[in-house]
């Protein structure tokens, strides 16, 4: 039997290798053997998905999870989903997870002496729509510091998980802030060679989704790993799928 | 137009708070037919300390070979309550632990069927992308012809066959070294 076509490899220098040596936490903990160049089998171009019950309007407002109100300036992250085809990927899930306005992590093992918030816990899902589209509300991450080097700070971020339509699209990712001035001194930013790469992962400031006296609007599209062909184009060359 | 996929970033140290509210280390609910099995195993980073802050993700077909997925076109049947996804951290000292059933075999690209597999995504910080891996079970005697596992070079295709534990049918035990002697078998993504 044969099935339908993979999904598209990485292009060059669009993604991190996976030792970078000033991202400290990746010395011990990157495989050092190369990776075994696996075809894509059914196991690899199918992939959970989810019910769209799974994501109420609270799990992409969290700014509404809680009793009160959460200390900070409010914004609306949304954009779309689209693969390398420019289709949107409708109905996957989308998940965030990022510090509350001071800089801190609801985890035990973040020590950073700042003040976590009784009305943030800092996660939330939601699922595109049929165009690709989602939307959370929430309120803008603080930078806060690590110890990967001498006064090291991560610039303000949101972290991104998706699923897309198979276990090959899978990504996890971080979305910045525009005009940030700790980007250019972050090392995990800089993990990947391509400089239009890396500039995609900052927001752009959008002025249709803010929120007049409410909130500033960011938007984020994030483009997942697209077929290598489409199914109709292997129809043309004489394969069935 | 031709776009490219968006730059992969690590999970960080702190991921678990957003994806706790999906973990599954119970794919198979009672009345899910097929072979129980019952995996556990560390994660360990290069030095061989363990990795606390990893979840794995796993992605299976169901008894019968096939996927909960519309892409999967095979006419097998589908399973209630079964829908092949599992999400399993690690703990203090690095260890998982899940309960599934074995798959049945899906077909692989030489026209031949893969032998029972796992599919598995590895997340801890310091990953600047995921890891992709595989679990295969002993004494599959599809094992010796799977394609996956012959692209392996031999020596190391050990690191992807999960290994019984003497005395408890059903347990098996599969450990995630991420670098250094013994270090996993992973596959581009």
Same mark, same amino acid.
């Given at each position: 039997m044969s099935f339908p076509p993979g999904y598209r490899r990485?292009?060059?220098?669009?993604?991190?290798?996976? &030792?970078?040596?000033?991202?400290?936490?990746?010395? $011990?903990?990157?495989?050092?053997?190369?990776?075994?160049?696996?075809?894509?089998?059914?196991?690899?171009?199918?992939?959970?998905?989810f019910e769209p019950e799974i994501a109420d309007v609270k799990a992409s407002d969290l700014t509404r999870q809680h009793a009160g109100e959460p200390l900070g300036e409010r914004i609306i992250v949304s954009g779309r989903v689209l693969d390398e085809n420019s289709r949107p990927v409708p109905q996957t899930l989308v998940e965030i997870w990022q510090a509350n306005a001071?800089?801190?992590?609801?985890?035990?093992?973040?020590?950073?002496?700042?003040?976590?918030?009784?009305?943030?816990?800092?996660?939330?899902?939601?699922?595109?729509?049929?165009?690709?589209?989602?939307?959370?509300?929430?309120?803008?991450?603080?930078?806060?510091?690590?110890?990967?080097?001498?006064? +090291?700070?991560?610039? +303000?971020?949101?972290?991104?998980? &998706?699923?897309?339509?198979?276990?090959?699209?899978?990504?996890?990712?971080?979305?910045?802030?525009?005009?940030?001035? &700790?980007?250019?001194?972050?090392?995990?930013?800089?993990?990947?060679?391509?400089? $239009?790469?890396?500039?995609? &992962?900052?927001?752009?400031?959008?002025?249709?989704?803010?929120?007049?006296a409410e909130a500033l609007g960011y938007r984020f599209d994030i483009v997942l790993s697209g077929r290598e062909s489409t199914p109709m184009e292997t129809h043309a060359h004489g394969e069935k799928s | 137009m031709s776009l490219h996929a968006t730059t992969s970033q690590t999970v960080g140290p702190f991921f678990k708070i957003g994806f706790s509210w999906l973990y599954r280390d119970n794919l198979a609910g009672p009345g899910v037919s097929g072979e129980r099995v019952e995996i556990s195993g560390r994660i360990v980073d290069g030095d061989g300390q363990p990795v606390p802050d990893g979840v794995i993700e796993i992605w299976q077909a169901n008894s019968n070979g096939k996927y909960l997925h519309p892409d999967d076109a095979q006419k097998k049947p589908i399973e209630q309550g079964f829908t092949g996804f599992g999400r399993i951290p690690t703990d203090d000292e690095g260890r998982f632990h899940f309960t599934t059933i074995k798959p049945g075999r899906v077909p692989g690209p030489d026209g031949n069927l893969q032998s029972p597999h796992l599919a598995v995504s590895v997340f801890t910080r310091g990953l600047l992308r995921r890891l992709v891996t595989r679990i295969y079970f002993? *004494?599959?005697?599809?094992?010796?012809? *799977?394609?996956?596992?012959?692209?392996?070079?031999?020596?190391?295709?050990?690191?992807?066959?999960?290994?019984?534990? *003497?005395?408890?049918?059903?347990?098996?035990?599969?450990?995630?070294?991420?670098?250094?002697?013994?270090?996993?078998?992973?596959?581009?993504?």
């Open positions: 990485y292009y060059p220098g669009t993604q991190p290798r996976h &030792l970078h040596p000033s991202y400290v936490s990746s010395r $011990k903990r990157a495989p050092l053997q190369p990776l075994v160049r696996l075809p894509h089998t059914l196991s690899e171009i199918t992939g959970p998905s001071a800089g801190r992590y609801l985890h035990s093992r973040d020590q950073h002496h700042a003040p976590l918030d009784p009305n943030f816990t800092g996660c939330g899902h939601a699922m595109t729509d049929s165009e690709g589209r989602y939307r959370f509300v929430t309120i803008r991450p603080g930078e806060y510091p690590w110890a990967n080097h001498y006064n +090291a700070w991560r610039p +303000a971020h949101i972290h991104f998980s &998706l699923f897309g339509p198979a276990f090959a699209t899978r990504l996890v990712t971080q979305m910045y802030f525009p005009g940030d001035p &700790l980007i250019p001194y972050d090392p995990i930013f800089h993990c990947t060679d391509d400089e $239009k790469a890396r500039n995609r &992962l900052i927001s752009i400031f959008d002025w249709e989704t803010t929120i007049p | 002993p *004494d599959e005697p599809g094992n010796n012809q *799977d394609f996956a596992l012959n692209l392996v070079e031999a020596s190391r295709r050990g690191t992807l066959i999960a290994k019984k534990i *003497d005395g408890r049918p059903g347990a098996l035990e599969w450990n995630v070294i991420l670098q250094g002697p013994g270090e996993t078998v992973f596959f581009e993504a």
